[in-house]
């Protein structure tokens, strides 16, 4: 997936460095296991946080590369390790179209693999970051991760969960990890405070706008099909930004599909997504990812000139049309 | 269990005081998961590792007591998200003598749950110890401990494992943070060089002749009886020290209950539990902990005279007696 990353070769370049990082982190005593999770690390995704990281890096003066690349390692493998994890939660068979840790190896397995991921990244920021004010900063980061991971867990199957407690919970869950991203780009790349701020609030906006487009695609019928479950979410009890606006809008009609998720049939289902979309559950939804998107891009506007601001520019807009 | 402790005033004046910040740590937005993990990490075990580490830190001449009590709080943190998480793979009812975690909320909760306890120990670790090496060889002994783990996991179900395998098993995932705790004790306490390889050696024998212990506790019929299932090791494919004497001893007997041991009968099992004592399993695992056990307390005796080394003394005979 880093062939997204095709037309700018710099940071292609970077990332493959920290790919290159994370594969001689990952080492144990067996080799499948170890294979999976070096590639389960390190050829997924779009790398979407080191890639923010490097981009953000590139507005100050002060370049340790070596530094810069285990940073940027550290959170990706942060990233990667709440993945292991969630696939446990949600017993998914696949992730990044391979078979997931756990399906593959088994929930034992993949609990460890997870927590050795964590300890890696641990080690990582152990090396390199511990006279700085981002060792604690990372603690406090991974620590509201988990906050909002498990007050998202604890909230499931709420009726009355308000937007207010769904906005904290990503908040938490997705936001922070991007947020943090951006700020330690700018911090260790040696831009100013100013800069460090706006890092911070661009990645912020990403990160909220981001989670908000993935809630709405959970939504889309055409994803669905008779083979494939539709509003997943839904029938675990996760309500999104879309289904609450729409409850919020007619209680009466929604409210009582919230009752008992679990047990809806693939027709409920479909009306409810149909009732979701007439009630403006999805336009609002839509209304507020777009305001986040056009917040970051006026932040990015008043970066300084250059190529990472560009490349900000397109990245942000790309991103955050359709999930990824 | 700080009962425990009732002898020994000052330890557990001290055991009180990590218990309080555990608690004012492990803060998040439910009451009912709040609840449950304070009391898991503060009032279940003997909290054996903090202890450890305040009789070391006596022998030194720093006393930071704030600092002491978040180190100490941080071995017994780490020490209850692996268990937290051994739950979950062990699909444990209880620990501790309460619900365990996961079967009282789910093991969607018990992942984050040990996640944001290992997060609550980063977190302590950032704040106290940023300056000095253990900050790094926190993430590394965390890192050995897993791989520890990793590498048991990927060994089950292997009837050639060898002794050689199992004793790096242990000395990985029950030793390595038994002699962290030993180490950390006489560093932050202040005591010198010497001191403090002296008590990394301390915990390496405590460590290994305890697990050896628990080990052997598993093949003992007594403990089990027929509501109970006995050598669950055995069942779950993770063969210990006396088993793998056993076959060492007599493969042509043993070996073929080590094939497919998840189908032996509650019959078999009891043959299985007779042979292995039979053919000295049992004796020479015995006279392997108790060889540790003589090398901790040769090297407590060398330790300077005073109260922390009478208590040494009798801590690592007691629990080095039977397992807790």
Known sequence: MLDYWNEYPKIQENLIQVKKLISQRLVINNKSIEEAITKFSSTGGKMIRPALFFLFADFGNKKDQEQLVKIAASLELLHSATLVHDDIIDDS???????????????????????????????????????????????QSMKKVLQGELTQMAGTFNPDQTIKDYLRNINGKTAELIRLSCHEGAYFGGADEKLQSRAKRIGSAIGLAFQVYDDILN????????????????????????????????????????????????????QLALYVDKFGGIAGALKFAENLTQKALTEIQELPEGKSKEILKKVATQLLERSY
């Not at 641990?122 to 700085?132: N, R, Y």
């Not at 209680?251 to 009752?259: D, F, H, K, M, S």
């Open 219 to 270: 939504f889309s019928l055409e994803l669905g099909n008779e083979q494939k479950p539709i509003l997943t979410d839904v029938q675990q009890g996760i309500f999104t930004l879309p289904l609450l606006i729409a409850r919020d809008e007619q209680p009466v009609i929604i409210r009582p599909y919230l009752e008992k998720p679990e047990t809806l049939s693939q027709q409920e289902l479909i």
């Open 93 to 139: 068979p696949t992730r990044r179209g391979m078979p997931s840790i756990q399906s593959r190896f088994g929930k034992d397995v993949a609990v460890y693999t997870g927590d050795f991921m964590y300890t890696s990244y641990f080690e990582l920021l152990a090396e390199c970051m511990s006279q700085t004010p981002f060792l604690l900063k990372n603690a």
